[in-house]
């Protein structure tokens, strides 16, 4: 069976677009994942189901996006032993704030470490999972140090319209 070191689940595949940063980072740093679309409300029995298979798996990090009552990312973490990373998404009337307060606001005991809302939020967890690795990993540290020189590079490079003159 194929070993993956995160796996990605979103309760929709309305979801997909706005993971698309989540999804380049992970590539671009050879990090091995599989993404699924499972949902804690819609879809529990198969959640659980693909849940109890992911340590087998060699599986090191979790990310769990969803919106709305977003409970995805806290029913991964009370669920399996892994550190989740939740990501809440702003679908729905309330643009992710109804999300980012179910996926942040877990009762004690059941950690989700939760990423701001939206396209940001998914880019950053596939960093800060990068970052966990890369502990451990020292080929994976040297790609994502090559990543963050390039990173600031862009900002260091980056050209103003001629109307706000030159520095
Ligand atoms: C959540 O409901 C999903 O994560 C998605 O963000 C939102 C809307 O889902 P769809 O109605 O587009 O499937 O569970």
Redesign the pocket.
């Known amino acids: 069976m194929k070993q993956i070191q995160v796996a990605v689940v979103?309760?929709?595949?309305?979801?997909a677009e706005?993971l698309e940063g989540c999804r380049e980072v992970l590539a671009e740093l050879k990090i091995p994942f599989e993404a699924r679309v499972l949902?804690?409300?819609?879809t529990p029995g198969p959640l659980e189901e693909w849940l109890d298979g992911l340590p087998g798996r060699g599986t090191r990090i979790l990310i769990a996006?969803?919106?709305?009552?977003?409970h995805?990312a806290g029913v991964c973490a009370a669920k399996v032993a892994l550190p989740v990373i939740g990501v809440p998404?702003p679908?729905?009337d309330l643009k992710g704030m109804d999300?980012l307060l179910s996926t942040a606001q877990m009762p004690g005991g059941v950690p989700v470490a939760t990423m701001g809302i939206g396209s940001a939020g998914a880019k950053n967890a596939a960093l800060f999972a990068a970052r966990i690795l890369a502990l451990s990993d020292p080929d994976l540290a040297s790609r994502l140090a090559a990543r963050r020189e390039r990173d600031t590079a862009r900002v260091l490079e980056a050209k103003l319209p001629p109307a706000w003159g030159t520095p």
């Open positions: 979103m309760g929709s595949a309305s979801d706005t949902s804690a409300h819609r996006a969803a919106g709305m009552a977003a995805l998404l679908s729905g999300a």
